[in-house]
């Protein structure tokens, strides 16, 4: 592609993201991104229940590549950098255009979703930092050695407040999940009266296995069905 050929496709790029509904594509686009890193790092976790080999060798593998780990990471930043930008620069846009309220709380459900998102968008991003430090860095003072997933996420989630903390991210995880995924399909357009309740469901349904799949390891080390 000639230089001529990429500044035209970066300008109609740039022209359609200054308008609300290529703010809307981008925000579905990265979101689903995010909802795939989801769903593949829930698969990744549920390898504890193979046992203590079986995770350590998934830590081990992840590790044994340090570049497409780390391109991964920088696109994972990249999604998550641009989606919430045009969350926020959709919510001032929304709000310059009707910078006073409604005196009847407004029911529809994509209004519910966009302040839902506003406030479990940040508690998620601190449980990201406050994960990556634990279980990836092991900056946080608790039990961790290097490469061994398995007793680190078995010792951390015999400390109750570490347990506790983290089903409570799970379950606003699920309402944030749930809420964006719906949307999403919103915000391209996918919206009809007999379609849009089946898509409610789904997404609360994924929502709710992403969630009860994560819930379920520290409440396996509770009971002791996971123990080293």
Not at 12 to 27: N, Q
Not at 57 to 86: N, Q
Not at 166 to 183: E, K, R, T
Request: aromatic residues 12%; hydrophobic residues 50%.
């Amino acid at each position: 592609m000639s230089a001529s050929a990429s500044g035209m496709v970066l300008g109609r790029a740039a022209t359609f993201y200054r308008v609300p509904i290529g703010k809307k594509v981008l925000t579905a686009a990265t979101g689903a991104m995010l909802f795939a890193y989801v769903l593949a790092h829930l698969f990744g976790n549920l390898q504890i229940y193979a046992g203590r080999a079986q995770i350590n060798r998934y830590a081990e593998f992840l590790h044994s590549m340090p570049g497409p780990l780390w391109v991964a990471r920088l696109v994972l930043l990249t999604a998550v950098s641009l989606h919430v930008l045009t969350v926020l620069q959709l919510w001032l846009l929304k709000r310059k255009a009707r910078p006073i309220g409604y005196v009847k709380g407004n029911n529809v459900p994509p209004g519910y979703a966009s302040r839902t998102m506003l406030w479990t968008g940040p508690f998620i991003g601190v449980f990201v930092i406050y994960h990556v430090l634990h279980l990836t860095i092991g900056s946080l003072g608790l039990p961790f050695r290097e490469l061994d997933a398995f007793d680190n996420v078995v010792n951390g989630f015999r400390i109750p407040a570490v347990a506790i903390s983290y089903i409570a991210f799970m379950l606003v995880l699920c309402l944030h999940l749930y809420h964006g995924l719906w949307s999403m399909f919103q915000s391209v357009g996918v919206s009809h009266p007999r379609y849009t309740p089946i898509l409610k469901h789904l997404s609360a349904g994924f929502a709710i296995f992403i969630a009860a799949g994560n819930i379920s390891i520290p409440v396996a080390v509770w009971t002791g069905f996971i123990r080293n």
